[in-house]
């Protein structure tokens, strides 16, 4: 079956616009995850959804950011004032409900603020 | 809080020969332990997981992972490394029960398996 989609897989803004990036995620799968990803790190939580609401955004760094899952499947993550320290990968990933579930990874958006 | 160390930033082993990728970890109570890999230019794929009951846990192409609750240690293992093997590999923690603890992960280490 069709896995996670992230669009767009490459995106390059100049700094202070704002950006949106989308996840699909699985079919059927109530949790929705977004990560950010730097160079040689591992994937940083920055919030997560439970059908359309987001039951923890404690990862997001500041209000410049903001990500809606308004039916509860498709999401977006919003960056306004893009700041060249944005730059990273932007994963997204989902599960069949929050706890144990492995959780699905898609491509991931690779942003570039310059 | 959460945390998880991958000691090893990078891991070379000789096609055939057994290889350790090594994690610790630190949860309040008990934890949900993963194990992801990542293939250049793609994203990251699902290896294992430990959540329960057996100590030893077998995942995908052949890896397998030991929990250590006394050492709280999750390394990976395999018997007999393959040139396709090499990747990043990362480890991740998140604690058990109920709450919205998000899931931490490591840092990655760089597995490189020669022929």
């Known amino acids: 079956g069709a896995g996670v989609s992230q669009t767009p897989s490459n995106k390059v803004t100049e700094k202070g616009k704002y950006v949106e990036l989308r996840c699909d995620p699985i079919?059927?799968?109530?949790?929705l995850y977004w990560y950010r990803q730097s160079l040689g790190q591992g994937p940083e939580f920055l919030i997560y959804?439970?059908?359309?609401?987001?039951?923890?955004d404690s990862g997001l760094p500041n209000d410049r950011f903001f990500a809606v899952r308004p039916e509860g499947s498709v999401s977006t993550l919003k960056i306004q004032r893009t700041e060249r320290g944005d730059s990273a990968v932007y994963l997204c990933?989902?599960?069949?409900?929050?706890?144990?579930?492995?959780?699905?990874f898609g491509p991931g958006t690779r942003l570039t603020v310059l | 809080a959460q945390s998880v160390a991958q000691p090893e930033d990078q891991v070379n082993v000789a096609e055939g020969n057994p290889l350790t990728v090594k994690c610790t970890y630190s949860?309040?109570?008990?934890?949900?332990l993963f194990w992801y890999v990542q293939y250049p230019n793609r994203g990251l794929q699902f290896l294992l997981k430990?959540?329960?009951?057996?100590?030893l846990v077998k995942g995908s192409y052949g890896f397998e992972a030991e929990f250590n609750k006394s050492q709280t240690s999750f390394h990976l293992k395999k018997p007999s490394a393959l040139v396709s093997d090499s990747a990043l590999y990362f480890c991740a923690v998140r604690a058990s029960g109920s709450g919205n603890t998000p899931l931490v992960f490591g840092k990655g280490t760089r597995l490189s398996v020669i022929a």
């Open positions: 990933a989902s599960s069949l409900t929050w706890g144990e579930y492995e959780q699905f």
């Open positions: 959804f439970q059908g359309t609401g987001a039951a923890d």
């Open positions: 079919s059927g799968h109530t949790a």
């Open positions: 949860v309040s109570g008990n934890p949900y």
């Open positions: 430990y959540i329960t009951g057996d100590n």
